[in-house]
């Protein structure tokens, strides 16, 4: 009985083994003449998957961070007049300080202090000892006491820059089953309301070559109108990049926008949206990853970063010269959607 079922079985593997043989031989046979990889095969090869084609261009990754020095002489003595600004780590910041080295060597180099807030201390003392305080993609929401506390200090001449951008999921691990998201709230909403700004629900997008940095997500915005947010800069990359809505009677101006035609993510809406607007002494610029150096030398990245930094040492007042109300801008938008 055994036999009658093994020397059959014994036979199928023997004739499966010769036709998996003869099917290498053939191949290796074909392959030694065939065309090289990459080639062109008519039918098989279209001519934007050839080697030549399959690399995009990108921004060339170059310049560097230009900070008035802080320094003067006088009589022949030299004496520290630097500024000094506070970074925010308090609120679960989605930064490290390690991500903000470039900045901090430009500005110690410059006689600048930049120096990190953990919130040992009441952020309204800690903020007196410094000229700008920068707040980077907060997580967690400020306090009451906390907003009071930055009201006060750009009452009283102090400026502020808050990049961000809205809530997203993120994915906070990945491994062999699977990964894991997290939905990441941006927590300066009720900081920013009380200066009459908010930040889009969504992130925008744009498909058109000249219009991105090798990405859809990673869109291009331009300056307004000259002033000195926007000096020597013609073009800013972001890669998670957002807009801004201002309330009509807030008097917030547009500073940046993004290129034409772009969209918001999820509805799919075309307008030219405000990215980067200033209120009085606070600015916010919905994204963050410009800051960071695996985008912080892309396009005028740089350059932008370089302003930024200017404004909160309070070297110069560009207010004058801003461009058009956001709330103008977001008006527009909003009647054009009701039309629709």
Same mark, same amino acid.
């Given at each position: 009985?055994?036999?009658?079922? $093994?020397?059959?079985?014994?036979?199928?593997?023997?004739?499966?083994?010769?036709?998996?043989?003869?099917? &290498?031989?053939? !191949? %290796?046979?074909?392959? +030694?003449?065939?065309?090289?990889?990459?080639?062109? *095969?008519?039918?098989?090869?279209?001519?934007?998957?050839?080697?030549?084609?399959?690399?995009? @261009?990108?921004?060339?990754?170059?310049?560097?961070?230009?900070?008035?020095?802080? =320094?003067?002489?006088?009589?022949?003595?030299? /004496?520290?007049?630097? @500024?000094?600004?506070?970074?925010?780590?308090?609120?679960?910041?989605?930064?490290?300080? +390690?991500?903000?080295?470039?900045?901090?060597? &430009?500005?110690?180099?410059?006689?600048?202090?930049?120096?990190?807030?953990? @919130?040992?201390?009441?952020?309204?003392?800690?903020?007196?000892?410094?000229?700008?305080?920068?707040?980077?993609?907060?997580?967690?929401?400020?306090?009451?006491?906390?907003?009071?506390? #930055?009201?006060?200090?750009? =009452?009283?001449?102090?400026?502020?820059?808050?990049?961000?951008?809205?809530?997203?999921?993120?994915?906070?691990?990945?491994?062999?089953?699977?990964?894991?998201?997290? $939905?990441?709230?941006? !927590? =300066?909403?009720? %900081? %920013?309301?009380?200066?009459? $700004?908010?930040? !889009?629900?969504?992130?925008?997008?744009?498909?058109?070559?000249? /219009?991105?940095?090798?990405?859809?997500? /990673?869109?291009?915005?331009?300056?307004?109108?000259?002033?000195?947010?926007?000096?020597?800069?013609?073009?800013?990359?972001?890669?998670?990049?957002?807009?801004? *809505?201002?309330?009509?009677?807030?008097?917030?101006?547009?500073?940046?926008?993004?290129?034409?035609?772009?969209?918001?993510?999820?509805?799919?809406?075309?307008?030219?949206?405000?990215?980067? #607007?200033?209120?009085?002494?606070?600015?916010?610029? =919905?994204?963050?990853?410009? $800051?960071?150096?695996?985008?912080?030398?892309?396009?005028?990245?740089? #350059?932008?970063?370089?302003?930024?930094?200017?404004? %909160?040492?309070?070297?110069?007042?560009?207010?004058?010269?801003?461009?058009?109300?956001?709330?103008?801008?977001?008006?527009?938008?909003?009647?054009?959607? +009701?039309?629709?």
């Amino acid at each position: 009985m055994s036999d009658r079922i $093994i020397k059959p079985l014994a036979v199928f593997i023997l004739v499966i083994a010769v036709i998996l043989a003869g099917t &290498a031989v053939i !191949g %290796l046979l074909s392959g +030694a003449s065939g065309t090289p990889d990459g080639q062109r *095969i008519d039918g098989q090869s279209p001519s934007q998957f050839q080697p030549s084609n399959l690399n995009q @261009g990108v921004d060339p990754e170059s310049g560097s961070l230009t900070i008035e020095s802080g =320094a003067t002489t006088t009589g022949g003595d030299s /004496s520290n007049s630097g @500024g000094s600004v506070l970074v925010d780590l308090r609120h679960s910041n989605a930064v490290t300080q +390690a991500e903000l080295e470039p900045i901090e060597t &430009a500005m110690f180099s410059a006689g600048h202090s930049f120096e990190y807030d953990t @919130g040992q201390d009441p952020l309204n003392e800690t903020l007196n000892e410094h000229d700008g305080y920068l707040v980077i993609q907060p997580t967690e929401g400020f306090s009451e006491s906390e907003r009071e506390a #930055v009201d006060e200090f750009t =009452a009283n001449g102090g400026r502020v820059v808050i990049l961000g951008e809205p809530t997203q999921p993120r994915v906070t691990s990945s491994g062999l089953f699977g990964t894991s998201t997290a $939905i990441v709230s941006f !927590g =300066a909403d009720e %900081l %920013l309301d009380e200066y009459g $700004i908010s930040i !889009g629900p969504e992130l925008l997008y744009n498909t058109a070559d000249e /219009s991105n940095d090798n990405g859809f997500k /990673s869109i291009y915005t331009s300056p307004v109108r000259g002033n000195q947010l926007t000096e020597g800069v013609e073009t800013v990359s972001f890669d998670r990049g957002g807009y801004v *809505i201002a309330r009509d009677d807030s008097g917030a101006t547009t500073v940046f926008t993004a290129t034409e035609d772009t969209k918001t993510l999820d509805t799919r809406r075309a307008d030219t949206y405000p990215t980067v #607007v200033r209120n009085d002494d606070i600015v916010f610029v =919905a994204d963050s990853t410009f $800051i960071k150096p695996i985008e912080l030398y892309d396009t005028d990245n740089e #350059v932008f970063v370089s302003n930024l930094m200017q404004f %909160l040492l309070g070297s110069e007042d560009p207010r004058n010269t801003a461009g058009p109300a956001a709330s103008e801008t977001q008006s527009t938008q909003n009647e054009s959607t +009701a039309q629709n």
